[in-house]
């Protein structure tokens, strides 16, 4: 799809993840060629130098917007791209996207982004700090087990699945229930050795 289709769909709606990671892919696309030389005898590209270049590519869109009140993706993507230089502030932004959103995906997916870093015990402490039960979606309870039980805390990966079965989506949480059953008894049992 055109740079300009892209940047129109999320100018209506911020939180277009396929628009927002397929313009990402363009600007990221277009950062790292103007890091490779037109000269073959040129000295070699330093790789970790591309990279940089092309998360600051992809820092700049989500940062731009971020601006947008409504705009939750972009802050979850500054939060993921931030993690391991600035948890702090990824924490901040997390924590935006999860109140600028009351479906509670945002705070699925940071809790994601943060498990996916190794601060699971974060993740925790954002998600007990946001989770609405019966308003956000169920996987924002799924991944709060999962990252309870990332942290080593079994019995509040237990507690959190008990929490979902109040979940009103109740078709969602039971299709759910058997692989976090499943994972919370493995770990019970390792524990048990």
Known sequence: MHEDALR???????NDARAFQALAEIVRRRAADAHVPDDPLAAP????????AADLA???????LAGNPRGWYPLVELGRLSVDEDLD????RF???TDRDPTGQALAESVVGLRESGHAVDALGLGIGHWRTREHVPEVGRQLVLAAL???RVADARNHLDALAAHPDSDAVKAM???LERAITQR???FGR
Not at 8 to 14: I, N, R, T, Y
Not at 45 to 52: A, F, I, N, S, T
């Open 188 to 190: 019970e049992q390792s």
């Open 177 to 179: 229930t058997p692989e």
């Open 150 to 152: 990332d942290a080593d």
């Open 58 to 64: 992809v820092w700049s869109l989500a940062e731009e």
């Open 95 to 97: 924590a935006t996207a």
């Open 8 to 14: 129109a769909m999320l100018a209506d709606d911020p």
């Open 45 to 52: 590209v330093d790789e970790q130098e591309v990279q940089r």
């Open 89 to 92: 502030g990824a924490l901040r």
